[in-house]
């Protein structure tokens, strides 16, 4: 395995960390109470360095949105991850993190040259922005931090742990997938 390199210039950007992805949200994900855990461990790690910390959350504008619906409880940032006054929050409206919003902006702006992403979900917003994020800057994904669910193709149910070893194998062409202990080690 490469070397993890995490220094003053990397970022930890947690995406989507919503209570819609949580036990009685609109969209609940298979592992989010682990995933949620260890990206708690993470920013604190990052924030005891003085790290930069970015938090990203989707808000739907879509008409008849299933989720992330403006103005609810369930498109809020878990409390437990509630960003800080030093921790700025991106708000975007598509999958990809960086599609029209000032994420590239705030890691170019803090002189950012690596990027640690976590957070909801896996082979959605998580794969979207770590595939476009890793033309600009290498990247690191934190699988035990990340969480999915079940999905549906031909009328087959593909249980939620298939999908994240998948999504997870696949991005390794795109990032470093790693634990969040090894993570935390790296510091």
Avoid: W
Wanted: hydrophobic share 40%; net charge negative.
């Amino acid at each position: 395995m490469t070397p993890v390199t995490i220094d003053e210039q990397t970022a930890l950007v947690l995406i989507d960390i919503q209570n819609d992805y949580f036990k009685g949200g609109r969209n609940p994900l298979v592992g989010a109470d682990e995933a949620l855990l260890h990206a708690i461990d993470l920013r604190q790690a990052f924030a005891d360095k003085g790290y930069l910390v970015i938090h990203v959350q989707h808000v739907s504008l879509r008409e008849n949105a299933p989720f992330f619906i403006p103005e609810t409880k369930g498109c809020e940032i878990h409390p437990a991850l509630k960003p800080r006054d030093n921790e700025p929050l991106v708000i975007k409206h598509a999958p990809d993190s960086f599609h029209e919003t000032n994420l590239d902006q705030l890691l170019l702006d803090n002189q950012i040259k690596r990027v640690v992403f976590a957070g909801m979900m896996t082979h959605h917003c998580i794969d979207t922005t770590v595939r476009r994020a890793s033309h600009m800057y290498p990247c690191i994904l934190i699988a035990d931090a990340c969480a999915t669910k079940d999905l549906i193709y031909k009328g087959q149910r593909i249980d939620a742990a298939v999908v994240q070893k998948t999504f997870l194998a696949s991005l390794q062409g795109f990032s470093q997938v790693i634990t969040s202990s090894q993570c935390i080690n790296a510091l």
